[in-house]
């Protein structure tokens, strides 16, 4: 890799473990209507960004309920329940590390910006972090606009960052803004899905830091 000035890490599903979570409360509004619940293997392979693809892939029609509708119901019952998951076990060791070395960090993630915030200082880890970009809605369009911000607003050059994240839409929103990327698996898509784009991809955390340090 080259040089890198700062990381920008990715939260749900890459510092947060909570994929897990967010399969069983959709599970939950899918037994509320009669439909199969998905399988963790399910989940992984039709989880994509927009969100509102994955609905369609789930097989809701928004003909009889709207997207906002469900993407609410969703967030309410997510919400609710959001303190049951944990950070992964290696993430603030990874952030210690780097932070260690000199690096500037910031997390950019399609999560909603307040609740980001709150969630991030519940776990005790704002001291690690330069800024926090999150979404300013709950329908998780994508996080390029806000890259794109936090980049400007850095002032540094995009080849000399770094997203950490668990999905193909990271890959997609570095290629995008001219960042580097690492993927981690086992959050919300599976290992062959990250192989696919062509970013380097490792198997935890603290590999993904040792990557960036050189």
Same mark, same amino acid.
């Given at each position: 890799m080259?040089?890198?000035?700062?990381v920008?890490w990715?939260?749900?599903?890459?510092?947060?473990?909570?994929?897990?979570?967010?399969?069983?409360?959709?599970?939950?509004?899918?037994v509320?209507?009669?439909?199969?619940e998905?399988?963790?293997?399910?989940?992984?392979?039709?989880?994509?960004?927009?969100?509102?693809?994955?609905y369609?892939?789930?097989?809701?029609?928004?003909?009889?309920?709207?997207?906002?509708?469900?993407?609410?119901?969703?967030?309410?019952?997510?919400?609710?329940?959001?303190?049951?998951?944990?950070?992964?076990?290696?993430?603030?060791?990874?952030?210690?590390?780097?932070?260690?070395?000199?690096?500037?960090?910031?997390?950019?993630?399609?999560y909603?910006h307040?609740?980001?915030?709150? &969630?991030?200082? /519940?776990?005790?880890? =704002? +001291?690690?972090?330069?800024?926090?970009? $999150?979404h300013?809605?709950h329908?998780?369009? !994508?996080?390029?606009?806000?890259?794109?911000?936090?980049?400007?607003?850095?002032?540094?050059?995009?080849?000399?960052?770094? &997203?950490?994240g /668990?999905?193909?839409? =990271? +890959?997609d929103?570095?290629a995008?803004? $001219?960042?580097?990327?690492?993927?981690?698996? !086992?959050?919300?898509?599976?290992?062959?899905?990250?192989?696919?784009?062509?970013?380097?991809?490792?198997?935890?955390?603290?590999?993904?830091?040792?990557?960036?340090?050189?």
């Amino acid at each position: 890799m080259k040089k890198i000035q700062h990381v920008f890490w990715d939260w749900n599903g890459t510092l947060f473990n909570d994929a897990w979570l967010c399969r069983d409360v959709m599970n939950r509004m899918l037994v509320s209507r009669q439909m199969p619940e998905m399988s963790t293997e399910r989940y992984m392979e039709i989880f994509d960004f927009p969100v509102r693809r994955y609905y369609e892939r789930i097989g809701f029609d928004f003909n009889l309920e709207s997207f906002e509708t469900l993407g609410m119901e969703f967030i309410r019952g997510y919400e609710l329940r959001r303190k049951e998951a944990r950070l992964h076990a290696d993430a603030r060791d990874g952030l210690e590390r780097i932070r260690e070395q000199g690096l500037g960090q910031s997390i950019l993630s399609a999560y909603q910006h307040q609740t980001l915030v709150s &969630l991030v200082s /519940d776990h005790g880890l =704002d +001291a690690f972090f330069h800024d926090l970009h $999150g979404h300013h809605d709950h329908y998780a369009d !994508g996080k390029t606009p806000q890259g794109r911000r936090a980049l400007t607003a850095l002032g540094v050059d995009p080849a000399e960052t770094v &997203l950490i994240g /668990d999905t193909t839409h =990271d +890959a997609d929103v570095a290629a995008e803004l $001219g960042m580097q990327c690492i993927l981690i698996p !086992g959050g919300n898509q599976p290992p062959a899905r990250l192989h696919a784009t062509g970013c380097p991809v490792v198997s935890s955390r603290l590999e993904a830091v040792t990557l960036v340090l050189g």
